[in-house]
């Protein structure tokens, strides 16, 4: 095992725990939240980056970044219920999931792809049924602040 690289926390208050991504070992760390004490870990992705839970705790979305897919884990059994894909032409065109986010609603992810040549990024929505691709707008322009 290496050397844990805890990588961004999220809270699920229905399943009283506290998640972790240790980077470095492709695993989700879970805690408990009274105690914080370690309960478990779920094996995730390479390249664990940033993670999110929907409101009702039915679902966590943790991005991996090495090798282009979304962990998606039941926060209260601990099952992993799927992996979903990067989009392949994202993929050939260098894109990386980055950042993810899931409506209030827990119907959609939202995840975005960073990575490309220029200053176009992608915002990719998935449905947390089939967990499939439903939409992206062409690309995204990101502007900095001076």
């Not at 839970?53 to 979305?61: C, I």
């Not at 990719?124 to 502007?143: A, C, D, L």
Request: one cysteine or more; aromatic letters at 10%.
């Amino acid at each position: 095992m290496n050397s844990p690289e805890p990588m961004y926390v999220v809270y699920v208050k229905t399943a009283r725990r506290v998640f972790v991504g240790d980077r470095a070992n492709n695993r989700v760390v879970v805690f408990r939240s009274t105690d914080y004490s370690v309960e478990t870990s779920v094996a995730a992705g390479n390249g664990i980056f940033h993670m999110w839970a929907d409101n009702a705790g039915r679902q966590l979305w943790v991005n991996n970044d090495i090798d282009n897919t979304i962990s998606v884990i039941d926060p209260g059994t601990l099952q992993t219920i799927a992996t979903a894909c990067l989009p392949t032409d994202l993929i050939a065109m260098g894109g990386k999931p980055h950042d993810v986010i899931l409506d209030p609603k827990g119907k959609y992810a939202f995840v975005t792809v960073v990575g490309f040549s220029g200053d176009a990024d992608y915002v990719v929505r998935y449905s947390t049924s089939s967990f499939e691709e439903t939409g992206r707008p062409q690309s995204v322009k990101t502007h900095m602040c001076l």
